[in-house]
């Protein structure tokens, strides 16, 4: 079982720059991708940014150039540093995490309890 705790949410102006800390229950060196999905109000959950184990990233086209994720495997922790946010970028943001196992089930995902990410105009 791996939990996922989100913290450095907020309220920022658009045009302004904020960051998310995840931090994981288990050795990160364990996961294989750790990353965020945020979700705003009467829309799906829609992917923002994963990072694997060996650093490969991949980013949703609305966030290129403007977010990063970065982790921290010693610390257990997995970051995304959010810059030129827009009123769009508005929504939930939630950790999240995939274990890959040699034994069944051979891959499990976890989910943080999410924060909140406000950008006004």
């Known amino acids: 079982q791996v939990q996922l705790v989100e913290s450095g949410g907020g309220l920022v102006q658009a045009g302004g720059s904020l960051g998310l800390s995840c931090v994981t229950s288990?050795?990160?060196?364990?996961?294989?991708?750790l990353g965020w999905y945020r979700q705003a109000p009467g829309k799906q959950r829609e992917l923002v940014a994963v990072?694997?184990?060996?650093?490969?990233?991949n980013y949703a086209d609305f966030v290129k150039g403007r977010f990063a994720i970065s982790r921290d495997n010693a610390k257990n922790t997995v970051y995304l540093q959010m810059n030129s946010l827009e009123p769009e970028d508005t929504a939930v943001y939630y950790c999240?995490?995939?274990?890959?196992?040699?034994?069944?089930?051979?891959?499990?995902?976890?989910w943080g309890q999410g924060t909140q990410v406000t950008v006004s105009s």
């Open positions: 999240y995490a995939k274990e890959i196992r040699a034994t069944l089930p051979r891959d499990l995902t976890y």
């Open positions: 288990k050795s990160a060196f364990t996961i294989h991708a």
């Open positions: 990072i694997t184990s060996d650093g490969t990233t």
